[in-house]
């Protein structure tokens, strides 16, 4: 989910906390809750810094160890650890379970987004992604925000926000029906379809699709239950060329594909450089393909730039690469 999202979910933790007995007759145990629950709602995120090197590093990395097993039972731990000497008379047990709890809450939520999460290592490097919710999903951060001004105007926030998860747990069974649904109606248009992907978009009634046959490459989507192609494309191999190889072996292009499930490629020759292309096909956004890697190779196969990640233009990608627009 998104950052916003993490922190009204600290926020009601804390407040849920409120019908805990040993929370509801201490104050200082309830201050020390709320700071865990809003730190350990957050805390997995931490790798977005890795931003600050490069995509290619973001990419492979955002989402993996840090909220993976090992990371999920020691951030609580390392939160507390931090918290609770400012808070002595804090009941320590509770304040590490209301802050485990945020920060599984923070993975367990992740995985319900189309990007998902590496929570299952070390036991498996898989990437756990149900693509049921959005990563900003206006239902899910709207209803945390009424609770909280229900909460200020006096309402007790126990049984608020008990009430508020009780519909959200309502809600993310709706959501895996409606895509279960979207996918049964694809398979029905496409019937030699497989590795169908179906990904949620702000919109409640609205999804992207990504499918694949033996041959060919669909991205569609479904508005209230119709389903629409909207481009089709020929699956071709990437074929084993220098310059492919060549490409391959660059960090953005290497990352893209670690990531990226389904792809078309392009290579075009210029005077002076090849130019190697990558599209993900799961983001189609206005006719256009925003999430690509992008490699510039020159006559002798030589790496001269390249770049991974979300793009609207090709005017702007041609900044990010830094060279003379085509």
Not at 141 to 165: D, Q
Not at 205 to 210: K, N, V
Not at 218 to 247: H, M, W, Y
């Amino acid at each position: 989910m998104d950052t916003g999202t993490h922190v009204v979910m600290g926020l009601s933790l804390g407040g849920l906390a409120t019908l805990d007995p040993a929370v509801a007759e201490n104050s200082v145990t309830a201050t020390s809750i709320m700071i865990g629950t809003i730190v350990g709602s957050q805390i997995p995120d931490i790798d977005t810094v890795l931003k600050l090197r490069n995509n290619a590093v973001y990419i492979r990395n955002h989402r993996g160890i840090t909220h993976s097993i090992p990371a999920v039972l020691l951030w609580p731990l390392v939160i507390v650890a931090v918290v609770y000497p400012f808070f002595p008379e804090a009941n320590l047990l509770h304040l590490w379970l209301w802050t485990f709890l945020a920060v599984f809450l923070h993975v367990f939520v992740d995985i319900f987004n189309s990007y998902g999460t590496q929570a299952l290592r070390p036991f498996s490097p898989k990437w756990v992604a149900l693509g049921t919710i959005n990563t900003f999903d206006p239902f899910i951060f709207g209803i945390h925000v009424v609770g909280l001004f229900i909460w200020a105007f006096g309402a007790n926030p126990g049984y608020t926000f008990l009430v508020i998860y009780g519909i959200l747990i309502l809600y993310y069974i709706y959501r895996f029906i409606a895509q279960r649904q979207v996918l049964k109606a694809v398979k029905v248009l496409i019937p030699d379809a497989h590795d169908i992907i179906i990904a949620p978009t702000m919109k409640m009634h609205s999804w992207r699709i990504a499918a694949m046959n033996k041959h060919q490459f669909f991205v569609g989507r479904s508005e209230n239950k119709q389903i629409l192609i909207q481009d089709q494309f020929n699956r071709v191999p990437v074929p084993e060329t220098k310059v492919i190889v060549e490409a391959k072996k660059d960090e953005n292009l290497s990352a893209f594909l670690s990531f990226s499930p389904v792809y078309r490629w392009e290579v075009d020759e210029y005077d002076d450089y090849y130019e190697v292309r990558f599209i993900d096909l799961r983001y189609r956004s206005n006719d256009y393909y925003p999430f690509v890697a992008v490699v510039q190779l020159d006559q002798d196969y030589n790496i001269i730039t390249s770049y991974t990640g979300w793009i609207f233009s090709e005017e702007k990608l041609r900044k990010k690469l830094d060279i003379i627009p085509n």
